[in-house]
């Protein structure tokens, strides 16, 4: 499929090169360091969605002639390239969702309904995305449920004598993230499963920011589901997965009603349609999926193992680099415990401040909440700035935004 | 970088590091604080009124230079002001004010302070945002 195929996956060296020359964006000669927030796109990606709206752009799954099955056979393809990206048993068991956001309000919004009471434990962590927040506390709301969170430790890593505690109060369900989109924790999420499920736990895993870093089998995992986002993996927005096990989607009620998802429709009730359909109602993100599917392909082509090794090497450099800037503070596990993230702050200097700064050195960086208020607040932060790393970044990014740190020192002196 | 000069400008940075009115009143008549959803910053004010003049002033919080001047130089106008004035100060007068270029990204930084300003002081309903 792409050149990178041949020449970094077959040559068995990683050469950054080859995979940024894949790249369009990095034209614009802009260094950047937010693809915890999404991704560059390959033009693979682009070219596959490309393919589609020019040689057959049609509906799936609904009309005869040949241009539509063409449609419908690339977006089925995807599902199966989904389901040995992530090693499921069954195309059955995957879903395409909006993004990672829509994946949990679809089990909080059907499993949990269904399972969750009044008075039933909901175990969550402090570093939770609130996308992994609100729609649980959405539901403990509506049935009366009750909420506790994991605390971390001092150096972002999850406190497991807490979680084991909460377990012998045998929670209905288990949901953290596969790695913390702020610290970059890759949590024991094997560790974490198995004692939730012997608990009695149905597991629920964000895997945002873990399938592209450090990969997912989810039959091995053993978590009940799983989610990810297209556009921080290569992939289009408007286009996620959830994974679930096929006897808890078979068992559960559908999510949104409308069309693709019925078998007959009558005037006083409805059959609905099997898996993975009966969770898929309207049209669907087509051109999405198809791009989705050759981003897999990419990112497959280079290896999750490749792509590990060389953000480890990149969040080293980074790591040591910034800790020659003067009241610069890091936050979160040593690099061996963290995927490529890295989220600091500087004594005096707003994030805000910090990233309009490097922004002027055409640097770009993440400055906020992350999208983790709770976690903000454990560390006692209002917002910190956070620099992420993928296949595709350089030390060179690293030393720019460097330039742009010391810069900021200055201007704030 | 000259444009980082121009964007931080030497007074932005003073009210920044030296805000002017900074801390809590005693006994206030008006407190109301504001919160930018996007990143968590907080301003908040102190007002202390008499027969509608703003006797005095002063504002809390924690944030960007750009929130945190803009609500420093906000107090300083704020003081010994009648409130039917007050309410005239707009959206223009503060950036204008702040002399600055503000990107789209940042606007919410920069209005913060009018936001508690109109929220708290007039006590108008929660309105939609300020661009």
């Known amino acids: 499929m792409s050149t990178l195929r041949s020449e970094v996956a077959t040559s068995g060296r990683y050469d950054v090169g080859v995979i940024r020359a894949d790249f369009p964006f990095f034209d614009t000669g802009v260094a950047y360091l937010d693809s915890a927030n999404t991704s560059q796109r390959p033009r693979q990606v682009v070219e596959a969605m490309e393919e589609y709206f020019t040689q057959y752009n049609s509906n799936i799954h609904r009309a005869v002639y040949r241009t539509s099955m063409q449609a419908t056979e690339r977006y089925d393809a995807t599902r199966r390239k989904v389901r040995e990206f992530i090693n499921a048993r069954s ?10 956001t829509e994946s949990i309000n679809l089990v909080a919004y059907t499993w949990g309904r269904q399972n969750v009471g009044e008075g039933d434990l909901i175990v969550l962590t402090v570093m939770e995305h609130h996308s992994n927040i ?15 969170y994991v605390d971390i430790d001092d150096q972002g890593e999850l406190r497991l004598d807490q979680f084991h505690d909460l377990l012998e109060q045998r929670p209905k369900l288990v949901a953290f993230a596969q790695v913390s989109n702020t610290l970059g924790t890759i949590t024991p999420y094997r560790e974490l499963t198995a004692a939730a499920r012997a608990a009695g736990a149905v597991v629920l895993i964000d895997g945002a920011q873990g399938v592209q870093h450090v990969g997912v089998d989810v039959q091995e995992v053993g978590c009940d589901f799983y989610g990810f986002t297209g556009h921080k993996i290569l992939g289009p927005t ?3 997965v959830l994974y679930g096990r096929r006897e808890l989607l078979e068992a559960m009620p559908p999510f949104l009603g409308g069309g693709d998802m019925i078998k007959a429709v009558f005037l006083d009730h409805t059959d609905y349609a099997g898996l993975p359909e009966k969770f898929e109602a309207g049209t669907p993100a087509i051109a999405e999926v198809i791009g989705l599917g050759a981003a897999i392909d990419y990112l497959q082509g280079v290896g999750v193992d490749a792509i590990r090794a060389h953000e480890l090497d990149l969040t080293e450099y980074a790591v040591e680099a910034l800790s020659e800037i003067d009241g610069l503070r890091m936050f979160g596990p040593p690099a ?9 702050d500087i004594e005096g200097i707003h994030p805000h401040d910090i990233a309009t700064i490097v922004d002027r050195h055409n640097v770009c960086i993440r400055a906020g909440h992350n999208c983790a208020m709770p976690l903000m607040h454990r560390l006692d932060v209002a917002a910190t700035a956070r620099a992420s790393f993928f296949l595709y970044n350089t030390k060179e990014e690293i030393d720019r935004l460097l330039v742009g740190l010391h810069d900021a020192k200055r201007i704030f002196s | 970088m000259a444009l980082d000069d121009q964007f931080y400008r030497e007074y932005i940075l ?3 590091k030296n805000p002017r009115n900074f801390g809590r009143l005693e006994a206030a008549d008006i407190s109301h604080e504001e919160y930018n959803p996007l990143c968590g910053d907080m301003v908040g004010m102190d007002f202390r009124m008499l027969d509608g003049v703003i006797q005095d002033v002063r504002f809390h919080g924690r944030g960007c230079a750009i929130s945190q001047a803009s609500a420093s130089l906000m107090t300083e106008r704020l003081k010994g002001m009648r409130v039917e004035d007050a309410r005239k100060i707009s959206k223009e007068d503060v950036l204008g004010e702040l002399g600055i270029e503000i990107s789209p990204a940042r606007l919410k930084c920069a209005l913060l302070s009018l936001k508690v300003l109109k929220v708290g002081a007039y006590g108008l309903a929660h309105e939609e945002d300020e661009d």
């Open chain 2, 14 to 16: 003073d009210h920044y």
């Open chain 1, 91 to 100: 195309v059955k068991e995957v879903i395409f969702t909006r993004n990672v």
């Open chain 1, 238 to 240: 408007g286009v996620g």
């Open chain 1, 134 to 148: 609100v729609p649980w506390q959405i539901l403990a709301q509506e049935k009366g449920a009750r909420l506790a």
């Open chain 1, 336 to 344: 061996l415990r963290r995927a490529g993230v890295l989220s600091f």
